[in-house]
């Protein structure tokens, strides 16, 4: 018994090193890149958001704030409180909107991490995120143009955390929150997939996620929900899935749900969006990811 136990340890020891050597190099890239952008463009980028005009074309806006929202390197905790400060200076709803939905869905940290599922995974995850965002623009300014969407009264100014006058100790400091921050579940998450590799079976995989089929794409919208923790956690374990027989339009599934609703950030949006808006979210984010899976088997 105990051998068994000492060479199924050797196993998974073995799935957990090579996954870690496969990804660790774009695990750390993407923290230096997002750490730099945080840094140094984080209020460009912000101030290119809150100088757009408010009598501007709605359309160009949208895209705009989605193509914004991308470049953003704030996750959902720093992104609800500066929509809130963008919201008082008078940006209408449709683009806080589209700016809030791509950017967290996506940032640049993120984008680098994806890199190392592959070219044609890492196109999709950019393009379907940045359309998500452009539709939930669209659909404010259509169905809820008279409304006011957002809730923001509870949401202070955000706190800007790179102080430090110098400028090397401020990049430091920041890329210590970054690995603090991600670190832990990105170890999980390459634990996860060794686990994977070695007990699931790739016919479990492609029954699950694989074809080209609608079945795929809503299980892995369904799983996104519960599983999804931290983007750099999701990318081994997406990375054995694909290898598996994972379809790329399950796997575009399963980002689009997974950090729209992660779950320690659900809370935050509630008080945003209030219950009604909030169930509205949820409807929208479950829709756009299965239609766009299934959307992306059909063309790819």
């Known amino acids: ?163 430090d006058p110098n400028i090397f100790k401020r990049l430091l400091k920041n890329m210590f929150r970054n690995v603090k921050a991600t670190g832990l579940y990105f170890l999980i998450g390459i634990f996860l997939s060794a686990l994977f590799q070695r007990y699931v079976p790739k016919e479990a995989v492609t029954f699950m996620f694989g074809g080209n089929e609608a079945w795929g794409v809503l299980m892995a919208s369904t799983v996104g929900v519960p599983l999804y923790v931290c983007g750099g956690g999701t990318i081994p374990i997406l990375k054995i899935w694909l290898a598996n027989g994972m379809s790329l339009g399950s796997a575009a599934a399963f980002m689009i749900t997974g950090p729209a609703t992660k779950i320690t950030n659900l809370g935050a949006l509630k008080v945003v969006l209030g219950i009604k808006h909030f169930l509205f979210y949820w409807a929208f984010i479950i829709i756009y990811a299965c239609l766009a899976g299934i959307l992306i088997n059909i063309l790819l």
């Open 1 to 163: 018994m105990i051998d068994v136990i000492k060479r199924e340890f050797i196993y998974v020891g073995y799935y957990f090193l090579v996954q870690l050597r496969q990804i660790f190099l774009y695990w750390v890239i993407g923290m230096v890149l997002g750490s730099i952008i945080s840094v140094f463009f984080k209020d460009k980028i912000h101030s290119l958001m809150r100088n757009m005009k408010s009598d501007g074309s709605s359309i160009i806006g949208i895209i705009f704030a989605s193509i914004l929202g991308v470049a953003s390197p704030l996750c959902m905790y720093g992104t609800i409180p500066i929509a809130a400060s963008f919201s008082r200076g008078g940006i209408r709803d449709e683009w806080l909107a589209s700016f809030m939905m791509s950017s967290i869905l996506l940032n640049p940290q993120l984008i680098i991490y994806s890199a190392a599922l592959g070219v044609k995974v890492l196109v999709v995850r950019i393009a379907s995120c940045f359309m998500c965002g452009i539709v939930a623009g669209l659909v404010i300014r259509f169905f809820f143009k008279e409304k006011n969407f957002f809730r923001f009264e509870s949401f202070d100014e955000p706190k800007n955390r790179d102080t």
